[in-house]
């Protein structure tokens, strides 16, 4: 494409259409999508049950009577139960791995894969990426949405694309120098790996790549992870979130102020709701994430519940773009874990961990049952150069830590400090928590 570009927005109109006319768009946009899903199988029944008529919703003041949309209906409507138009234009078929229970699929019209593929374009353009760059994709292709996703924005943005995938870490450093790639995306946790791979490889990123910018996303982590990585990496990081029930990537992106996601809200109608009485909570106040796609033609969902907690971030950014921002996501409702009473998000303690530079790149959660008690154990990886001085240093950050954990979850878990390299390793996204409590 040649048309000239906006040196700062992909879509100028749309990412700075004044609320009022943002607003309308979203209406009108989800009477379009009603409509849509009253054409499938299961809304059809779901709306029938729940007494909804979809013609009587006219404004977005009305979105609390339709009835929410949870991973077990997706289950439920296993696999073509949500389809909307006809299984001959749905073109693409991405389905969750299906861990914690039956699989579930979102299905993908040739409209909605350009509309995602616009959408990723303009995240990325969001932080300076431009047709010049050269962008690596370190992550999954295949049913993991975070591969294909990132490549066909990459390419409709018009950098030069390497779908290296993930995993080979000296192959992609090789593919880094040989290419003189600029922008990578990968997870967060394998970001880490790549760190400890051009570590042993006697590289330098800052002095011997080119890289300039860096997408993590994919799994919680915290700011202090994003600094170090920016810091070692020589690199800006930007946050991104998606899920698969929405497409994949390019939900919601940092843009250059680097303080908060902004939520595409052309493309989803979004809500943070009180994961118990699912009422919205005030803005700035935690919730549970509850989108409803609004440009879906193959597959729309309602008020869908991502379990996914975050806040929305009061005032407008002064990048200028007008759709709202998220906070950093802290995880799943079901990422927390309960020990001696105490609720548990594995990011804070990574929060902590990360913050302390004598502390490597890894950590883990071990929980076990000793007769009626709960016992925590946290498995730290640290520098190397720790286990190479004396004793009494590492004594000293072991203490270090347990006064950090204590005051942070108030109570006094067991701290293990480990070599680098040392903790199992996971395909894909990190496993934090081992929870050996059930007996299993
Ligand atoms: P799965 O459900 O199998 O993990 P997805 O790839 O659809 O498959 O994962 C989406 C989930 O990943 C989100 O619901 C969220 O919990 C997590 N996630 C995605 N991006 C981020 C991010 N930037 N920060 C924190 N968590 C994220
Ligand atoms: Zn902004």
């Known amino acids: 494409m040649n ?27 989800l009477r379009r999508t009603l409509a849509a899903a009253a054409r499938s199988p299961f ?5 029938e049950e729940a007494g909804v008529a979809v013609e009587a919703i006219r404004g977005l003041e009305d979105l609390g009577r339709l009835p929410l949309t949870t991973k077990d209906h997706l289950r439920q409507g296993y696999p073509f139960g949500f389809l909307a138009v006809s299984r001959e234009e749905a073109v693409r078929l991405h389905s969750s791995s299906g861990t914690t229970g039956r699989a579930t699929v979102v ?47 990459s390419e409709r943005l018009g950098m030069l694309t390497v779908p290296a995938g993930p995993g080979n870490s000296r192959r992609q450093v090789q593919f880094m120098q040989d290419f003189g790639t600029t922008v990578i995306h990968a997870i967060p946790s394998y970001a880490f790996r790549l760190l400890a791979v051009l570590e042993e490889m006697g590289i330098d990123p800052r002095r011997d790549l080119d890289l300039k910018t860096a997408y993590l996303g994919a799994e919680p982590y915290s700011e202090e992870t994003r600094r170090r990585v920016e810091r070692e990496l020589g690199v800006r990081v930007f946050n991104s979130y998606g899920l698969s029930e929405m497409a994949g990537p390019g939900v919601a992106f940092e843009c250059p102020e680097q303080n908060g996601m902004h939520i ?37 969902l309602i008020r869908y ?49 990360m913050g302390m530079p004598e ?32 004793v009494k240093s590492l004594k000293a950050l072991r203490e270090k830590i347990l006064a950090a954990l204590k005051s942070e979850i108030l109570f006094t878990p ?27």
């Open 3 to 29: 048309r000239p570009r906006h040196p700062v927005y992909w879509d100028p109109e749309i990412e700075t259409l004044p609320r009022e006319r943002l607003r309308a768009l979203q209406e009108q946009r």
């Open 43 to 47: 809304y059809r029944r779901l709306f």
């Open 107 to 153: 299905l993908h019209s040739a409209r909605d894969l350009e509309a995602w593929a616009e959408r990723m374009a303009r995240c990325m353009y969001m932080t300076g990426a431009r047709s010049s760059d050269v962008f690596q994709n370190m992550t999954g292709y295949g049913m993991f949405t975070g591969g294909l996703g990132f490549h066909y924005g």
């Open 264 to 300: 595409w809200e052309d493309a989803f109608l979004v809500e943070v709701l009180d994961p118990k009485t699912l009422t919205p909570v005030a803005e700035g106040e935690e919730g549970e994430l509850v989108l409803t796609t609004l440009d879906r033609e193959a597959m729309p």
């Open 305 to 353: 519940r991502t379990r996914d907690l975050t806040a929305l971030l009061p005032g407008p950014c002064p990048c200028g773009r007008t759709h709202r921002r998220i906070d950093r996501i802290k995880g799943r409702s079901d990422d927390m874990f309960i020990v001696k009473g105490v609720n548990v998000f594995p990011i804070q303690v990574e929060t902590l961990l």
């Open 359 to 390: 502390v490597g790149r890894d950590y883990r959660i071990v929980l076990d049952r000793e007769g009626d008690l709960d016992v925590m154990t946290v498995e730290v990886e640290v520098r190397r150069e720790m286990f190479q001085g004396d």
């Open 414 to 440: 067991r701290v293990q400090l480990v070599e680098p390299g040392s903790l199992p390793r996971t395909e894909g996204k990190a496993v934090r928590v081992l929870d050996r409590r059930r007996g299993s």
